[in-house]
């Protein structure tokens, strides 16, 4: 185990260097520079002030001198200050930012898991029938609706006609004065819309691969014997068949991950959530360069660390898979 | 088999658009604003009179377009890495997998934002990025296929009687590894449709006038509470687009999964 946790650790360290070059490119192959953002629309500065302040960002040198720059101060996680006129260092906006994005996702990943799994069984165990061509429909709709129009049908819904639920950010006005109790009960209030949306567009993958992986380890010959044995169905579907199907999902619970980061931008959008997402898409729309950087390799890191828990949890979930000697 | 009607129907109606309505999709009627759905506007008109029917037949041409050529982009790179990676081996299989682990580990909407926003807006741009983010998945499937292709019999037999490498990948294995590639192309077009409508909605993508089923869905946020016609209409277009491929492409997936059909 131990060596095969050193080797999969040493195999990170080429693919973050990846992913950094792979930013690097992306955002510097771009035509257009922040620095012309910055000042075009202002008549006032010459084309002498334009020249430092490239040189100030070191936006003069040769790329590859740039990234060498770049990729020593991101070893400290230095990603530079922000373009925005706050100037603050990027990676302090982003730590503020990563628990509200990863809070949410994984509660839409709890909640996923906990609906997919039994519409998956069921769908599996009842193949064909019209229960499972109902819940196919259902995940599916889920999958098909776009998350924005989903969203904003259920905010003018919930939100402005029947005024049940409050359509934007975390916590009301002055929700601090609140008790714990009711301040936990506006936070759940304000988090009931955007979770089930993500969770509902969600669902169709795991719950499409639980009924394919059950389908497949239903047919298998220990399944059959299990049932000779005479073992209640509900004994065979639920302690047999459900564990080996389990075991794959672990593994799509970890490659889910950049989706869901990805998904953020639109619900933290459109609910105005301080989260990773929205604050993705207002660097975007301003060119901080820095910021935006910083959030592509922050987020694909973080991927890679998930994956790496994702395979240590199917190694460890799985005696079938021993890492001797790596 | 309803998924493909639809689709069919959908290309029809895309094709055939100006024929099925009178309206011109950018003709502005400042008499006749935010109309609701009657006989004269099945849909109602929008914020600047124009007949939202008209638009939603419009988008779909933009919509069908992006998903294709994305598809198109996406299939073809991922197929060229999948084939030199399965087939080569080696070096050049690691270095192509590695760069395809990475490109896995984005976000791949942060990627496709980070440079669509940096662009001017385009549609081709669009397409282009939307590919570019999507042929990882394509990559490893030809790959596994070509991995267990390239022992087979018939391929030791072509390379026996001197066969160019080329030759072998072209005539005897690329055939044989397409028909996976297939069902993930058909989801593939669903999820295009699905990104290109996020970008237009967030106001980067298809730029009005011309009309996008997301772009029309901007305006529809605005007037939400007074026109429920221009947000219900386009979303709907979207979803039933998305279903018909997503059932278009799970038939795909029964059809060919030998596995499943027990």
């Known amino acids: ?326 | 088999m309803i998924g493909g009607a639809i689709v069919l129907l959908l290309f029809a109606c895309s094709f055939f658009a100006p024929f099925l309505t009178p309206y011109d999709p950018s003709h502005l009627d400042a008499w006749h604003v935010l109309l609701p759905p009657s006989a004269r506007h099945w849909f109602g008109t929008d914020e600047l009179g124009r007949d939202v029917l008209t638009r939603v037949l419009y988008g779909a041409r933009v919509s069908l377009k992006v998903g294709f050529v994305a598809v198109g982009i996406a299939v073809f790179i991922g197929t060229a890495v999948g084939l030199v990676a399965g087939f080569y081996g080696g070096w050049r299989d690691s270095l192509l997998m590695r760069l395809v682990d990475i490109m896995l580990c984005f976000p791949t909407f942060f990627l496709i934002l980070a440079v669509i926003a940096m662009l001017e807006p385009s549609i081709w741009y669009i397409m282009i990025i939307i590919g570019l983010t999507g042929w990882m998945g394509v990559a490893r499937l030809v790959r596994a296929e070509v991995l267990t292709l390239r022992e087979r019999e018939f391929v030791l037999a072509a390379r026996g009687v001197g066969a160019s490498d080329l030759r072998i990948i072209v005539r005897h294995i690329l055939p044989n590894a397409l028909s996976p590639v297939l069902v993930t192309a058909t989801l593939g077009v669903a999820g295009a449709i699905l990104t290109e409508s996020a970008l237009s909605f967030l106001g980067i993508g298809v730029q009005p006038p011309t009309p996008s089923w997301g772009n029309i869905l901007t305006a529809g946020k605005e007037y939400i509470e007074f026109a429920w016609w221009l947000s219900l209409f386009p979303g709907l277009a979207i979803l039933v687009t998305v279903l018909a491929y997503n059932l278009v492409g799970e038939g795909l997936r029964d059809a060919l999964d030998p596995r499943l059909n027990r």
């Open chain 1, 1 to 326: 185990m131990v060596p095969y946790l050193l080797k999969r650790i040493a195999m990170l360290l080429p693919l973050l260097l990846g992913i950094t070059l792979i930013t690097f490119t992306v955002i510097h192959l771009a035509p257009g520079e922040p620095v012309e953002m910055q000042t075009a629309m202002s008549p006032k500065i010459t084309a002498e002030t334009r020249q430092r302040l490239r040189a100030y960002y070191g936006l003069d040198r040769p790329l590859h001198v740039q990234y060498g720059l770049w990729l020593r101060r991101i070893v400290r996680l230095d990603f530079g200050r922000s373009f925005a006129p706050d100037n603050r260092p990027v990676m302090d906006k982003i730590k503020e930012r990563i628990p509200v994005t990863l809070s949410l996702n994984l509660i839409a990943l709890l909640l996923e898991f906990g609906v997919a799994l039994p519409i998956g069984i069921l769908a599996a165990v009842r193949r064909n029938s019209l229960l499972d061509k109902g819940l196919t429909l259902f995940v599916f709709l889920g999958f098909a609706m776009p998350t924005f129009w989903l969203a904003l049908l259920l905010m003018y819904f919930f939100g402005v006609k029947l005024e049940w639920l409050p359509i934007s950010g975390l916590h009301s006005l002055g929700s601090n004065k609140l008790t714990a109790g009711a301040w936990f009960l506006d936070l759940a209030k304000h988090l009931l819309l955007p979770i089930g949306v993500a969770t509902f567009g969600s669902l169709a993958g795991l719950s499409r691969y639980i009924r394919s992986t059950m389908l497949e380890v239903i047919g298998q010959d220990y399944i059959t014997t299990a049932r000779a044995k005479g073992l209640s169905e509900r004994c065979v579907i639920l302690k047999h068949a459900l564990r080996n199907a389990l075991l794959p999902v672990i593994t799509l619970l970890g490659f889910s991950l950049p989706g869901l980061i990805g998904g953020s931008v639109i619900f933290e959008t459109i609910f105005a959530i301080p989260g990773m997402g929205q604050l993705f898409f207002m660097g975007v729309m301003a060119r901080d360069y820095p910021l935006v950087m910083g959030i592509l390799v922050i987020g694909a890191g973080l991927t890679l660390v998930g994956n790496l828990l994702a395979d240590l949890c199917y190694s460890l979930a799985d005696p079938r898979i021993r890492h001797g000697g790596g």
